[in-house]
């Protein structure tokens, strides 16, 4: 081949921020599977038979991105967790805007306002003596030059600082399961806003074991008044079994929490439910997505009729996208507990 | 045996004592007629780092007298978390520009410092006077227990013999290199300090799954003045590296506290040393030393 000396990928951008967000969304495990194509990159990391969560990361996140398709195709397996650390060398890729986290793969359970999610509170007290408000950035040149090379990413502060190379070593990926979702056998799908779903999950208890999700479609029969409901809360309950609504139920060892999503305009852009699904998964896998929905802006759920859950959370646009584009979706799917009842 | 003291500078005594608390728990003071050591020796801290630090009286006290039957001077060993218990508190009294908000703060206040003995124990005595907010005068005294070395203890305290330093080297601002260091420690355990004589400053760590190098370019080499002619110039791009331990490494950045120039010298093989300067380096009311022991590696 002609291009043979030609490396396969090379990926520059000024600033990693965006790129680093959409790899820690899928920051659940050390290691991932980096696939390079036209489009971007997919970067998927599998929990056995459990969890797949992939980032579709596009190429409108870089000022340059070259692929030139080698004869195999450019696959492999690498270090997340130490990609991760590099991007945030210089501290400009935290998990916050105001760049404050380095490792956050210890996710703290905290309690419904508590404030936004902080970082190293050892690394506080230096980020804020020193940026004093400057913005700066980190940008970055990723170069591979094929199968059994090293991923090769050169970091730079600005023009008179310091830079970083990094050599990550690459291996051949595990066999993924990656399952499909299947969409002809869908039984519910909807889209809301991140935020909902991100407030949803601040509030799950940390006893709970397993969360259930339940949607049922509009003009249901009108539940029977509770005894000792008030009216307002009854009148809640019969609008919401007429539009339609989605329920997150989490058993904890302290009772029930129930989150409601009536399917109003104001809270669901779409929600299709033909009839009334009911799956429930594990906690701590549900749980995963609560770091990926930071700063994102809408969530796409969907079931397929036996249970297997698909969330895609997108990213907000950039001015790259173009019409139809995205700025990066983080995929989350997952199979759901078999009933115990 | 006496000793009495102003400190003038009570927010530089806290910074200093800050960075060697985050390394050590306690430390021997030498206090002679014109000069204040800090000492904490090897095996007082679990990297093996040392700090030997020497700073003009003048930089700290004032109306400083000091006598003793051993040449005026004075060696006292101390718990830092007791003396950093003091500080915070007379700073904030004082009113330092860092918190120069401090609701505790006095007015027209000054902090002096006395050996004192409480029976068969020797004390530093130290009394923060001033005015309250309401022009109540008010005076807070506290008390640490110190240690006074015998002269056999004194003579087991030496410095660590280090060959001559391969090259020196300014070193970047401190705070920002201490933020890139600590992303280093989630990677490995040591650090790769390399340098050239054209200014380069390169940080390696390696792991099996990476490989990071940091690198700095055009950072002042100040040269050696002395045996210059005995030994020919290695060549300018020849690096000179020392692997030392993260934690270590880090340990001495935490000096950033005290905020003046850095210069590294790298002994191949043997040690790193920091000298962190204290005010401008031409006119240095003092010198903190931090001896960082290189760790031997395989490649």
């Known amino acids: 081949m002609a291009n043979q000396d030609l490396p396969v990928l090379v990926a520059e951008t000024n600033d990693v921020r965006a790129f680093a967000r959409l790899l820690r969304g899928i920051g659940l495990k050390h290691n991932a599977v980096m696939e390079i194509s036209e489009a971007g990159f997919a970067v998927t990391v599998e929990e056995v038979r459990t969890l797949c969560a992939i980032a579709w990361i596009p190429t409108n996140l870089f000022t340059s991105f070259t692929y030139n398709p080698p004869p195999t195709p450019a696959t492999f397996e690498f270090s997340l967790d130490s990609l991760l650390q590099c991007l945030n060398i210089f501290g400009n890729a935290g998990s916050t805007s105001t760049n404050v986290s380095t490792s956050s793969v210890k996710s703290k359970r905290r309690w419904a306002g508590e404030g936004e999610v902080g970082g190293d509170e050892e690394n506080e007290e230096y980020v804020v003596n020193g940026r004093k408000g400057k913005e700066r950035r980190t940008g970055m040149r990723m170069e591979w030059r094929g199968l059994g090379y090293d991923l090769n990413v050169l970091l730079s502060d600005d023009s008179r600082g310091p830079t970083t190379t990094c050599e990550l070593r690459t291996v051949e990926p595990e066999e993924l399961m990656n399952a499909q979702f299947d969409q002809d056998d869908m039984a519910l799908y909807l889209i809301m806003k991140s935020e909902w779903l991100r407030d949803a999950l601040f509030d799950l208890p940390p006893s709970c074991t397993r969360i259930t999700l339940i949607a049922t479609p509009p003009k249901a029969p009108i539940p029977p008044e509770q005894p000792g409901a008030t009216f307002s809360s009854n009148g809640r309950r019969g609008h919401r079994a007429e539009v339609g609504q989605f329920k997150i139920l989490a058993e904890g060892d302290f009772g029930i929490t129930e989150l409601d999503y009536p399917n109003d305009r104001e809270v669901m852009d779409k929600f299709d439910c033909a009839e009334k699904v009911k799956f429930s998964y594990n906690s701590s896998h549900f749980a995963l997505l609560h770091r990926a929905l930071h700063q994102s802006v809408k969530i796409c759920l969907q079931i397929e009729k036996s249970g297997f859950l698909c969330v895609q959370i997108m990213m907000p646009l950039n001015n790259n996208a173009g019409v139809g584009g995205h700025s990066g979706i983080l995929e989350f799917k997952m199979h759901a507990l078999e009933e115990d009842d | ?299």
Not at chain 2, 108 to 135: H, M
Not at chain 2, 194 to 199: F, M, V
Not at chain 2, 251 to 268: N, P, W
Request: charged residues 20%; contains cysteine.
């Open chain 2, 1 to 299: 045996m006496r000793f009495r003291t102003g400190i003038s500078n009570v927010a530089l005594l806290h910074k200093i004592t800050r960075s060697l608390a985050a390394l050590a728990r306690s430390c021997v003071i030498r206090l002679s007629p014109d000069q204040v050591h800090f000492i904490v020796p090897g095996n007082e801290s679990s990297t093996g780092v040392q700090v030997w630090s020497q700073v003009k009286v003048a930089t700290l006290f004032d109306a400083y007298k000091i006598e003793s039957n051993a040449n005026n001077e004075i060696w006292v060993e101390l718990h830092l978390d007791s003396l950093l218990k003091v500080l915070r508190s007379a700073d904030s009294s004082v009113g330092s520009i860092t918190e120069s908000k401090s609701t505790a703060a006095l007015t027209e206040s000054d902090v002096t410092l006395k050996l004192n003995k409480k029976g068969q124990q020797p004390i530093w005595a130290f009394e923060i006077r001033g005015y309250t907010a309401q022009r109540k005068p008010m005076s807070i005294t506290h008390e640490i227990p110190v240690k006074i070395l015998s002269p056999k203890r004194q003579a087991e305290l030496n410095e660590p013999l280090c060959p001559q330093p391969d090259i020196h080297v300014v070193l970047p601002n401190l705070l920002e290199l201490r933020n890139i260091v600590s992303r280093l420690s989630h990677l490995a355990d040591d650090v790769k300090v390399s340098a050239n004589h054209e200014g380069r400053l390169e940080l390696t760590a390696k792991s099996s799954r990476v490989n990071l190098t940091t690198t700095w370019n055009e950072l002042n080499v100040p040269t050696a003045n002395s045996n210059e002619e005995e030994q020919p110039l290695p060549p300018p791009d020849h690096m000179f590296t020392v692997s030392v331990a993260i934690k270590g490494f880090l340990k001495f950045l935490t000096s950033h506290l005290v905020g003046g120039t850095a210069i590294a010298c790298i002994c191949e093989d043997h040690c790193l040393i920091a000298y962190v300067y204290i005010g401008e380096l031409n006119e240095a009311g003092g010198v903190l030393t931090f001896f960082i022991p290189a760790k031997i590696t395989d490649d």
